[in-house]
């Protein structure tokens, strides 16, 4: 058979490893939903602090910020997986997969994720009017209750937009992870086409897991769009 | 024995002086009406005396007490306010914007809390807007919401700081009819507005204040017909000539 693009036999090539391809997504997926969650769970503070923290902790957190947020993505994953002394922590059976790459991964992406979340949240929480708090303190409430009741459920609704920018990109960029040879979607597609005769296969494996990346953040954008719909304040806009 | 004695108060921004040397008391079930142009210091005084603003120096009593050894959570409880921009919760309710308070101020139930609301809702007359939210309101519905989220945290006193004063024309009556019923019902109300008629018609007394010194307090008979400054005379001239 002539080498070539889009052949029969390729396409058919994907299909009979598709479990690999999926086992890729679990691990895309397993990856994203923790750098996420540690990108908020980190970024959600750091975004209140910047705003109402002491300075020293507020410049603390905005000089991190500013660190991650320039150094490219691909240098963290490499400097949290050789620079960090992670344990060899086993690998997963099934999936394949080394805990410690995978936590060094999720580390590089959950911080940086951080940094970016952090400033969404710090935008929102000082687009809500001075007026607002100034009145919740007025009826008596302390700086606290003015600003668990009355800023944040604001500031996280208009988050909202933000973090489905953060969501799309944090899942995209899970696959620069193969630069440290975690088995996610990226890496399996590769190695499905480095094997001896299928690099006839390079652009179907591609096109194959764009679509498949493709899927995985448009489905969540609607639903995210749907939660921001959801809770959107009647009349409002945001 | 005064209900609100301001003693000798000094307020600057920076080297802006706003304040200087104001002293004034009113008591109980009281309407004072402060006027003066802008920049005179009029909200610095109102925001002085529920400390959403420090004086320099000076006293302010509440209630013989010196509000600044009260906690200011404490006094602000006391000292409702209701703001010119109206400072509504947006993700709130008319109802839930009054709730808030009372449910974490003043610890009263959700059921309480809700049926408090509502009798203040209904007393500003917008019992019929529980549900809507701010957006969804006229700026007239706004202010009255405000009020009565002030009102709801049962004030000794209310500071209203220019209530009116980014409402359109035809939605300003409304908001000065719950405020004359207020003042009627004998609320003790210290307001800066430049309603002239409300100043006529509610107000016990009024103060004109200009480059943060009361320059003429006084009846509104008195200061509208006979005041003893042409300063006065010229302010409230010009005004009520606006108001017209």
């Known amino acids: 058979m002539e080498p070539g693009v889009l052949q029969a036999t390729d396409w058919q090539f994907i299909f009979a490893n598709r479990q690999t391809l999926l086992l890729g997504v679990v ?3 397993l990856l994203t939903a923790t750098s996420l969650t540690l990108g908020f769970a980190l970024g959600f503070p750091a975004g209140a602090i ?4 002491d300075s020293w902790l507020a410049s603390t957190v905005n000089t991190a910020g500013i660190v991650l947020r320039g150094t490219p993505i691909v240098v963290l994953i490499f400097l949290f997986h050789f620079g960090l002394p992670i344990p060899q922590l086993g690998t997963v059976p099934v999936i394949d997969m080394k805990l410690a790459v995978f936590v060094a991964a999720m580390l590089a992406l959950g911080l940086r994720s951080a940094a970016y979340q952090g400033q969404v949240f710090r935008g929102s929480i000082q687009s809500i009017s001075e007026g607002q708090l100034e009145a919740a303190r007025s009826v ?11 800023v944040f459920p604001q500031a996280v609704r208009r988050s909202l937009p933000g973090f489905q920018n953060e969501f799309t990109i944090v899942l995209k960029d899970t696959s620069v992870a193969i630069g440290i040879g975690l088995a996610e979607l990226l890496t399996r597609a590769e190695r499905l086409y480095l094997q001896p005769g299928r690099d006839t296969a390079v652009i179907e494996v591609l096109i ?6 493709f899927v995985l953040t448009f489905t969540t954008n609607r639903a995210l769009d749907y939660v921001h719909s959801r809770y959107a304040i009647p009349g409002g806009n945001s | 024995m005064s209900l609100l004695r301001v003693d000798n108060v000094d307020k600057s921004y920076g080297d802006e002086p706003v304040l200087n040397d104001v002293s004034f008391a009113m008591d109980r079930q009281q309407v004072e009406v402060i006027v003066g142009p802008s920049g005179s210091g009029k909200s610095t005084l109102l925001r002085c005396i529920n400390r959403l603003t420090e004086i320099d120096s000076g006293e302010i009593y509440l209630d013989d007490e010196e509000i600044h050894s009260v906690d200011e959570n404490e006094l602000r409880r006391r000292v409702g306010m209701v703001f010119q921009d109206f400072n509504l919760f947006a993700h709130l309710t008319a109802r839930g914007n009054i709730t808030l ?9 959700t059921e309480e809390a809700n049926a408090k609301a509502d009798d203040y809702l209904d007393r500003v007359g917008l019992a019929d807007q529980a549900k809507s939210y701010p957006a969804e309101l006229s700026g007239g519905q706004q202010q009255r919401v405000g009020i009565a989220r002030a009102l709801a945290m049962d004030p000794e006193l209310i500071l209203f700081d220019e209530p009116t004063s980014a409402l359109d024309p035809e939605l300003i009556g409304e908001v000065l009819t719950v405020m004359e019923d207020l003042a009627e019902e004998g609320m003790t109300m210290l307001c800066v507005t430049h309603e002239m008629g409300f100043a006529r018609s509610a107000a016990d007394t009024i103060t004109f204040l200009d480059d943060g010194e009361i320059i003429e307090r006084g009846p509104p008979e008195q200061l509208f017909e006979n005041p003893e400054h042409d300063r006065t005379r010229t302010f409230l001239g010009e005004l009520t000539d606006l108001n017209r």
């Open chain 1, 208 to 213: 194959v897991i764009s679509m498949i990346y």
């Open chain 1, 27 to 29: 691990v895309t997926v």
């Open chain 1, 140 to 150: 008596g409430m302390s700086k606290r209750q003015a600003i668990r009741h009355v």
């Open chain 2, 101 to 109: 308070g009372l449910r974490e101020v003043l610890g009263l139930s």
């Open chain 1, 50 to 53: 910047e705003v109402y923290g």
